[in-house]
């Protein structure tokens, strides 16, 4: 026997409570009334947006916070300082050619000299600024200057930084071209099947990967070459324009390129000054460069010295080691062998993670489960 209706709720939608309209002539129900709280209107758009047509946007989702613009514009800039450079190049030579009573500044030329000999930190003393005006102007030049270069040091920071993990990958591709030769050895002796088209394969990788570093050269070989070529054509082009010996052009390009500047050697005609104007610009980011090229070759070269993967060789005899007394090698035994050969991880990670597991397995049984877990 089912159980009596409780009155005052309707059937077709239980949960929602009321009373039932009766009709005066029939007594019959002819209508629903609820006495559930109507519904909230929906919300109306502030009067700005229904004026501008525009509802406001919807945050980002969680997770992804939205960049500010002002970051979005200092991460562009940083990755293309040499806007920043241009803009302080340019911006610096307009306000010095525009200040009054200063003659060193008058002539366009003159002072686009002045500009690219101080940027550059060279400092001739052949130019200065004469007026209370000039000499502050230059000084707000010289410490915006600092400021720049101090960003492009940390620019150079991260490039060295970016070598050095190259030549990780670089060494670690190496070696896996070196083991994809060592591995179809172990896999004939396993009786696993071997396609000789691989091992050619393999061979082929390994023979093009070392012609590459034998015809290429070394980045402090190509910095030095750079360096000379600089040097000698600067030191060819004031030989040519200033009228001076040969010897003297080596030492003003020598003198500029190292930003040191004496001053006893400086440019006297319109055509020298715009040569050494552009030079000085040219042979310092040249000489940047070459540190940068110095820097990485040695940087790669100890991280290839200090890694134990560029003496290793992958063998049947030392892959079977890695099981230990159990006689066999399991997957784990060959995942820890495969990336401590290729450079990934040492041998003293595993013991450490090895170590922490057998701290938790305290039956030894060789597996984690719930008794091991909760200390039983």
């Known amino acids: 026997m089912s159980a009596p209706k409780r009155p005052g709720r309707r059937p077709e939608e239980p949960g929602t409570y009321g009373t039932m ?38 945050p980002p989702p969680s997770g992804t916070p939205r ?41 366009f030329l003159d002072a686009w000299y002045f500009v690219a000999i101080t940027v550059t930190t060279v400092g001739y003393g052949d130019k200065s600024p004469k007026t209370d005006d000039g000499k502050i102007a230059v000084m707000i030049f010289i410490v915006t200057g600092v400021a720049v270069a101090g960003i492009f040091m940390s620019k150079v920071t991260d490039w060295i930084l970016e070598a050095q993990e190259r030549a990780l990958h670089a060494m670690t591709a190496r070696k896996e071209a070196e083991m994809s030769i060592d591995m179809a050895k172990i896999k004939a002796n396993v009786g696993a099947s071997v396609d000789e088209s691989e091992i050619q394969a393999a061979r082929e990788r390994k023979k093009q990967e070392a012609r590459r570093r034998k015809v290429s050269l070394s980045p402090r070989m190509r910095a030095v070459l750079m360096v000379v070529g600089v040097i000698f054509i600067g030191a060819v082009a004031m030989h040519m324009i200033e009228d001076i010996t040969f010897l003297d052009g080596c030492y003003w390009s020598i003198v500029t390129s190292t930003t040191v500047g004496y001053g006893d050697i400086t440019p006297k005609t319109e055509a020298g000054k715009a040569f050494a104007s552009a030079y000085a610009l040219i042979t310092i980011g040249v000489m940047a460069w070459a540190i940068g090229q110095i820097v990485s070759g040695t940087v790669e070269g100890k991280a290839e010295q200090d890694s134990h993967v560029n003496n290793f060789k992958l063998t049947p005899q030392w892959l079977a080691e890695q099981g230990g007394d159990k006689g066999y090698v399991d997957k784990f035994d060959f995942a820890r062998a495969m990336l401590i050969a290729v450079g990934k991880l040492e041998a003293s990670d595993f013991d450490s993670v090895a170590a922490r597991f057998k701290e938790l397995d305290v039956n030894g049984d060789g597996s984690l489960d719930a008794k091991d877990l909760m200390g039983e």
């Not at 007594?27 to 609820?34: C, F, H, I, R, S």
């Not at 940083?78 to 060193?104: A, C, F, M, Q, T």
Request: a positive charge; hydrophobic letters at 35%; glycine letters at 6%.
């Open 21 to 58: 309209a009766r009709d005066e002539e029939s007594g019959l129900g002819t209508a629903w009334k609820t006495n559930d709280p109507p519904a909230a209107p929906p919300a109306k758009p502030k009067r700005a947006e229904r004026a501008s047509g525009r509802t406001k946007r919807p």
């Open 67 to 107: 960049k500010r613009p002002w970051k979005i514009a200092m991460e562009f800039l940083y990755n293309n300082l040499w806007i920043v450079y241009v803009v302080y190049v340019v911006g610096s030579l307009s306000i010095l050619h525009g200040l009054k009573d200063e003659p060193d500044f008058d002539n």
